[in-house]
């Protein structure tokens, strides 16, 4: 949240230009698909993460988080 409010801070900016977005979904899944699901997104992350700095390449910050939705069954 703080990279994104950094981004916003500058003086000039541009979403599209610098490929900034935001994305929200709600996913119904059981626990064994979410296990299958967070094991995809490993292994994509997994195809970039290792890449090192070198010319034409921009360091992008990408999180995800996960929340449950909250049991109301008391």
Known sequence: ???Y???LNQ?????AKDGVSFRQASLYLSDEE???FVR????VYAKVTQNMPQ?????RTLA???I???NTKQ
């Open 68 to 70: 449950p939705e909250q």
């Open 40 to 43: 995809d997104l490993t292994a």
């Open 64 to 66: 995800t988080i996960s």
């Open 34 to 36: 979410f296990t299958e």
């Open 5 to 7: 409010e950094r981004y």
């Open 1 to 3: 949240m703080g990279e």
């Open 55 to 59: 010319k034409g390449r921009k360091r």
């Open 11 to 15: 003086e000039t900016i541009d979403l």
